[in-house]
Nanobody
Framework: QVQLVESGGGLVQPGGSLRLSCAAS????????IGWFRQAPGKEREGVSC????????YYADSVKGRFTISRDNAKNTVYLQMNSLKPEDTAIYYC?????????????????WGQGTQVTVSS
């Protein structure tokens, strides 16, 4: 059974950093694409970053480029999202998701397994 469990969220001041983790089970990371998404109150869920399994390529939303970094540890079957220079507008519930494709995308299309989400709040 495919399962994703996020952790690492919390309250941080503007300019601070957090590292989110997405622990996967029921499959191996090298067989699937992984994406990070977020949903802020009153807004639609949006793609933040993703990583492809076939070539390790990564993609980022324009709003997080240069501040967020996605990485994967295949030995631990875990994907990370390092978030630096956090802004209040980064406040959201962050989800990781996977799809049976080698290449990732920032669109939700095709992602059929989702974690429960972890809250990130950026506030002074």
């Amino acid at each position: 059974q495919v399962q994703l469990v996020e952790s690492g969220g919390g309250l941080v001041q503007p300019g601070g950093s957090l590292r989110l983790s997405c622990a996967a089970s029921g499959f191996t990371l090298d067989s699937r694409a992984i994406g990070w998404f977020r949903q802020a109150p009153g807004k639609e869920r949006e793609g933040v970053s993703c990583t492809s399994s076939v070539d390790g390529s990564t993609y980022y939303a324009d709003s997080v480029k240069g501040r967020f970094t996605i990485s994967r540890d295949n030995a631990k079957n875990t994907v990370y999202l390092q978030m630096n220079s956090l802004k209040p507008e980064d406040t959201a519930i962050y989800y990781c998701a996977t799809k049976r494709r080698l290449y990732c995308s920032l669109s939700e299309n095709g992602y059929n397994s989702w974690g429960q989400g972890t809250q990130v709040t950026v506030s002074s």
